[in-house]
């Protein structure tokens, strides 16, 4: 068991980006993000939208059942600017089980982001900016259903910068 534990830290620490975690309330960090399907995305084109970062891995349980719920929501407030970004920092995953997972989900998926939006304590770790730029939100560990909706919706609400 002691090695078993070992070897998981490890391999979160292997997949963790470096760097000191954002401050939350503060401007969030500039990022490029490229999505699976080769489209570059900077944290400057997603003025106006609330964005969600969300760290997650092939093997994360927590991860997994989360997605549906993300995805779900995701499809319903697109068009009022919400949009998430899906990303694993796991390089050994092939394309073709990567293009399983993006083909049942609303969101675009990454591998890797260029910014400092390290994972903390684990995966899943979420990310939320606001449409002024602003980072409102970081946690590890899954979202519940109320508890995403409770976070997002009143940011939906708040007007587009001008």
Request: charged share 20%; hydrophobic share 45%; aromatic share 10%.
């Amino acid at each position: 068991m002691r090695y078993g534990l070992v070897a998981a830290a490890v391999a979160v620490a292997a997949v963790s980006p470096v760097g000191a975690a954002p401050k939350i309330g503060a401007a969030a960090p500039a990022f490029t993000i490229t999505t699976f399907d080769k489209k570059k995305v900077t944290l400057a084109e997603m003025r106006g939208k609330v964005v969600v970062i969300n760290h997650w891995a092939t093997w994360c349980g927590p991860c997994k059942s989360e997605m549906p719920m993300m995805s779900n929501f995701h499809a319903r407030y697109k068009q009022h600017g919400f949009e998430i970004f899906g990303v694993t920092t796991e390089d050994s995953v092939q394309p073709y089980a990567l293009k399983k997972v993006a083909a049942v989900l609303s969101y675009p998926l990454a591998r890797g982001i260029k910014g400092n939006y390290p994972i903390l304590k684990g995966v899943p770790t979420t990310y939320v900016i606001d449409r002024a730029g602003v980072l409102r939100f970081a946690k590890a560990g899954s979202f519940e259903t109320e508890e995403f909706i409770d976070l997002i919706i009143p940011l939906l609400r708040e007007p587009a910068p001008e």
